[in-house]
């Protein structure tokens, strides 16, 4: 063994104590394979599990295992999508599925990877918890017997006597909010339990985190609900367009409440090279939570949900819904309602259709349904254009392509409102033999031929509003973890932990010697600079008294060799 090794050896055992456990991480062992037996097997697996190695692997592969969740199509965002991408690939697909990759955040490898990083990250902290607990019980070590032998450390003699000098840098210290107390003729101090706290505070807000999302995904709903302007809303499943929740949600989960679209307003930009865009989108609603809740009227903007309960309204799309009107031969009026109609594009071209089902009857009196493409344009720009010019309603002009027959809603097979089947449909025909279609502005009527009836589109156009309902009981429990993390890291990386001694004692002479060091738990700037403030002040105190072969102080004081 070289010369070297054996002084850092004699070095580290020196220190003892008082360089030990700066930090309360767990120390590095060397890994021996058990012996044989079950329970020799399952400590092996436990210590593997819960390293600290282990947890960032296992927090990797939970990263990498969430990409395809981004990426393919999942079951439970869009089964439609899933549906396009099974008919599209027809060999990836069954791959995929045994991989689970459509349903990622539930499939078996993900729920595993999730289970055992919390297990791990529990693991890690419980005895890390307690040591940290035991080590605010204690006090700071007490001082190694060469101080000099320190990374930053600095040494006078003082003519004060060796008590008043550790009363006075006991005092000193405490004042900078360290854990002080006298060890023996030496005062030992501890400052930066905040790390190992922010440390410990940053992986128990990882647990949080996991727990929050856990049960966000098994108790969360979510739901759509397009609404004309005068349509009420009570939260209960069939009111629901569309309606997804976790495998744990039960409909005795749902907040109960109510609202009702009053009114609608939506203003754009009317000149400019921002011409068209968006400025506000509100909603005027009227509420009441509970069966008996008292009745509110409030606002609903972008961004700007309805909370009520444990429930969230966002308004997340917009359209409008002509009043149509519908006669049959005899000019009895047989459906009257406003038609919502989804947009195409920025300017709002929307396309819907008008479906009349039931009490409709020909010129002769005979039973029949009518079935009615929509093409609305909010600003019809004239002549040949087919698209609107601009998303509000300056000059708007609603486009009508009737048909009559079988809708097809009594063969049992679902099917879409915004959609026209029209395979027992036939259209009517105009003088020319052609498919009749007509450009209606409001107040106007189009009359369907041989006496079979007019469709009239209302002066009052009216406007949807598309709301996403939305309950995630663990977002107040992640938002919590993620601050918890966020200061956890930052304290657990800008705060040092770092111990100080200073020892004063009576030197062959008489005179007072005075002692000054500091260790950290790695290397900084700081430590050697802030010694060097403690000792400036602790010699204010107790000044230099002249060496043995000096008849003056030393004028440059304790700053001098302050970092050694």
């Given amino acids: 063994m070289s010369t070297t090794e054996t002084d850092k050896g004699r070095e580290q055992e020196e220190l003892g104590a008082a360089g030990s456990r700066l930090s309360t991480a767990p120390q590095e062992e060397a890994v021996s394979l058990p012996g044989l037996g079950v329970i020799g097997w399952a400590r092996w697996f436990w210590r593997q599990l819960t390293s600290m190695r282990v947890a960032l692997l296992l927090l990797l592969l939970l990263s990498l295992g969430a990409i395809p969740g981004s990426l393919i199509p999942q079951t439970g965002a869009d089964a439609t999508k899933v549906d396009a991408f099974r008919a599209a690939h027809k060999t990836l697909a069954p791959v995929y599925d045994k991989l689970g990759l459509f349903h990622v955040y539930s499939s078996v490898w993900f729920s595993a990877i999730y289970i055992l990083l919390f297990v791990s990250l529990i693991g890690c902290i419980v005895p890390r918890t307690w040591q940290f607990v035991g080590q605010l019980r204690g006090r700071p070590p007490g001082a190694p017997r060469r101080l000099d032998r320190l990374p930053a450390y600095t040494t006078w003699r003082t003519e004060a006597d060796p008590e008043q000098v ?103 930009e009317l000149t400019g090279p921002n011409r068209g865009t968006p400025r506000t989108f509100q909603a005027q609603v009227a509420y009441s939570e509970g069966a008996d809740g008292k009745e509110r009227s409030t606002t609903v903007k972008v961004n700007e949900p309805l909370k009520i309960g444990e429930a969230k309204v966002y308004l997340v799309s917009h359209g409008y819904a002509p009043v149509i009107t519908v006669r049959d031969g005899k000019g009895e009026v047989v459906y009257q309602d406003a038609v919502p ?14 479906k009349v089902m039931d009490g409709y009857r020909d010129a002769q009196g005979k039973k029949d349904q009518l079935g009615v493409r929509a093409f609305f344009l909010p600003t019809y720009g004239g002549g040949a254009s087919v698209l609107s010019q601009f998303p509000a309603l300056l000059n708007p002009v609603l486009n009508l392509e009737p048909y009559h027959g079988d809708l097809g809603v009594n063969s049992g097979i679902p099917q879409s409102v915004y959609q026209l089947d029209k395979t027992h449909m036939k259209g009517f025909k105009d003088a ?133």
């Fill in 432 to 564: 020319q033999g052609r498919q009749l279609r007509g450009n209606l502005k409001p107040g106007q009527t189009l009359k369907l031929p041989d006496g079979a009836g007019s469709i009239t589109l209302e002066k009052d156009v009216k406007e949807w509003a598309g709301f996403e309902i939305v309950q995630e009981p663990g977002g107040g429990w992640a938002l919590a973890g993620a601050l918890g993390a966020i200061f956890g890291l930052a304290a657990s990386l800008f705060i040092q932990r770092r111990r100080v001694w200073v020892r004063a004692v009576r030197g062959a002479d008489g005179v007072t010697v005075v002692e000054m060091a500091g260790l950290g738990r790695s290397e900084s700037a700081k430590l050697p600079e802030e010694l060097g403030e403690l000792a400036a002040n602790l010699y204010d105190r107790a000044p230099g008294a002249p060496d043995p072969d000096d008849s003056t102080p030393s004028p440059a004081g304790p700053a001098e060799g302050a970092e050694k």
């Fill in 341 to 354: 109609l989804l947009p195409l594009d920025g300017n709002v071209t929307s396309q819907g259709v008008i």
């Fill in 166 to 268: 550790r009363e006075a840098a006991l005092a000193l210290v405490r004042r900078r909010r360290f854990r002080a107390h006298v060890a023996g003729d030496a005062v030992a101090a501890e400052k930066g339990y905040m790390r190992e706290l922010g440390n410990l505070v940053f992986h128990i807000a990882l647990i949080v985190l996991l727990v929050a999302f856990a049960s966000g995904q098994m108790y969360k709903s979510d739901g759509t609900k397009l609404m004309v302007e005068g349509d009420g809303f009570s939260n209960a499943l069939p009111m629901y367009d569309d309606f997804k929740s976790g495998s744990l949600f039960t409909t005795d989960d749902l907040s109960p409440f109510s609202f009702s679209l009053k009114d609608f307003k939506g203003t754009y």
